[in-house]
């Protein structure tokens, strides 16, 4: 990619914030913060937040696994382990991995991807970070009120049925449903920003894989997310005023709420997981030093990803009571997501076939991603098939294909990109060395907390069991000192980024020797992105060989675009 001359608008932009100085330092104080329209800024507040979910949500998943360490009480009884497990749930999934990554890294860097200074709507931004602040106050408040214990599904009747936990539930279910308008107005900006500011000569085959990503997510949120609102709506009006809506007791139907949950929570699935591929996409690229395999194929799956999770959220179901040819019918639809997911792995796994590798940090969270994402992709072939999903439908080979595909997949991902982009979002180069350790240690921890898992599955062991008999206690037993693996390694991570705030070395503008346009700005970037209008003349992807000369620290010497 190429950069013109033609010069844009310099100085300040009327409320005080300088246009050519880094955007950390354009404007001071803190109502430069709450109230700024910088998609940067916003990206950052963003990452501040959810990195503080996926902390909180992490706690409550070490106490779970710390209370199944051994047969019994071990260090709370079954209702706070109900309430434990709920609440590690609905944090990790409302609160982090649906707006980790589009929240966070894609408002920093879709932007500067397209070339342009901001995204199309910088107020609706800010809103959509501000409601996402609400709502996760409301889901506060209903730990206040004693948590709730419903799962992070909220299936009916056990949502309804519990009468001390009803304004817990009520104030979770608002929380919810306000962080659904959040996903949406942000889903809604992206999606106008790609069509509208992309650089001239960026055209639609020349876009970066994560933009096609963050592109196809977008849909999925502006689409699909309605229809959890409308249906926590419908579970709070009947929680407030009795009506027979989803209550068998007054004449509702259970069942329909897990069609309507479903049918926003499948979907949602790729919107946690088609984010980490477009990031996954980028790394691939900038470490193996080769244009992806097969781009146009990569970013026709993430929109075959997008359709394709609107037609399958029955395979949730099969064991609900529908009719034998709607249970064939969803099967049959659930195979076909394998093909587009296929694709992917294929296509990155032919990218690395002689290429120059490098094992940095990121790229190896990319490694552990294919790896990974690989399994939990596998495992759901298992679980939709319907002769082997009736064995094992809600036992702890679920929890695992769901881990190895969220976790495995998503966070790896969100964690790939924190330290891929943390140069150029911070200015700030990190100990690699460290990076790497702690990459290694979540990788192993992961595998033998959820390997483990699906060995208890495949035996009958049902999730979310207080208890259990002694024949699963030692596949427990390792699962929690997996647990306690991660821990650490993401306290590892954690610290060497808090570390290279302080103490790190000055990032140059292109410390991986990148060939994308995010970065041939500085780092960090300036708060219009970039000094010059871009002006893109060959795609996103065209690299030149680096050769282990040319490391220092553990990056790449700074390289031209």
């Keep these: ?141 209903s730990i206040v009120y004693g948590a709730v214990d419903t799962g992070w599904t909220f299936y009916t009747p056990y949502s309804l049925t519990n009468p001390q936990a009803q304004t817990a539930v009520i104030s979770l279910v608002l929380g919810a449903f306000i962080l659904g308008f959040s996903s949406i107005l942000t889903g809604l900006n992206f999606i106008v920003t790609i069509h509208t500011l992309r650089a001239p000569g960026l055209t639609w085959k020349r876009l970066p894989l994560f933009v096609w990503a963050t592109y196809a997510t977008s849909i999925i949120q502006v689409l699909a997310t309605p229809v959890l609102a409308i249906t926590l709506l419908l579970l709070v009006f009947e929680r407030i005023f009795g009506l027979g809506i989803f209550d068998p007791r007054l004449g509702g139907d259970p069942v329909l709420f897990q069609h309507f949950f479903w049918f926003y929570s499948h979907p949602a699935v790729y919107i946690m997981i088609v984010p980490g591929m477009g990031v996954i996409s980028e790394i691939i690229a900038t470490f193996s030093r080769r244009a992806i395999f097969g781009y146009f194929a990569v970013a026709m799956s993430s929109l075959a990803l997008a359709l394709l999770g609107f037609l399958v959220w029955a395979h949730h179901m099969f064991v609900a009571g529908m009719s034998e040819f709607a249970t064939m019918l969803f099967s049959a639809l659930t ?46 072939l298992f679980l939709g098939t319907l002769s082997v999903d009736i064995h094992l439908h809600d036992t702890y080979f679920v929890v695992a294909h769901f881990h190895y595909v969220m976790m495995g997949g998503t966070v790896m991902g969100f964690f790939g990109g924190v330290l891929y982009w943390w140069p150029k979002m911070l200015g700030k180069l990190y100990n690699v060395k460290w990076a790497s350790i702690s990459a290694g240690l979540i990788f192993v921890g992961f595998n033998v907390t959820f390997l483990s898992q699906f060995i208890m599955g495949s035996r009958g062991m049902p999730r979310r069991y207080y208890d259990y008999l002694p024949q699963f206690e030692l596949l427990h037993r390792v699962s929690t000192v997996g647990s306690w693996i991660i ?56 690299y030149h060989l680096a050769t282990k000369a040319e490391l220092y620290d553990g990056f790449p010497t700074q390289r031209g675009g």
């Design 1 to 141: 990619m190429t950069a013109s001359n033609i010069a844009t608008s310099g100085g300040h932009d009327g409320h005080g914030v300088d246009l050519n100085a880094n955007y950390l330092k354009a404007a001071s104080g803190w109502r430069s913060w709450v109230f700024t329209l910088d998609h940067k800024r916003i990206g950052m507040m963003y990452l501040a937040a959810v990195s503080l979910a996926f902390l909180a949500g992490g706690v409550f998943a070490l106490l779970v696994r710390l209370e199944l360490m051994s047969m019994g009480r071990t260090i709370m009884g079954p209702e706070m382990y109900n309430k434990m497990f709920t609440l590690h749930g609905l944090i990790m999934v409302f609160l982090f991995i649906i707006p980790a990554i589009p929240g966070s890294l894609a408002n920093f860097i879709l932007p500067m991807q397209l070339g342009a200074k901001d995204v199309a709507f910088p107020k609706l931004n800010l809103l959509s970070f501000w409601v996402y602040c609400v709502g996760a106050i409301f889901a506060l408040i």
């Design 335 to 380: 195979f076909l997501v394998a093909i587009p997911s296929g694709v992917k792995v294929f296509n990155w796994t032919a990218t690395l076939y002689k290429g120059s590798i490098s094992l940095a940090p990121p790229m190896l969270y990319a490694l552990a991603f294919l790896f990974l994402f690989t399994i939990g992709g596998l495992t759901g």
């Design 487 to 542: 821990g650490l390694g993401v306290m590892i991570t954690v610290g060497v980024l808090i570390v290279s705030l302080f103490k790190g070395k000055a990032a140059p503008p292109n410390p991986w020797g990148s060939a994308a346009l995010e970065w041939q700005t500085e780092s960090p970037p300036i708060a219009q992105n970039f000094a010059e209008t871009p002006i893109i003349t060959r795609g996103p992807y065209d």
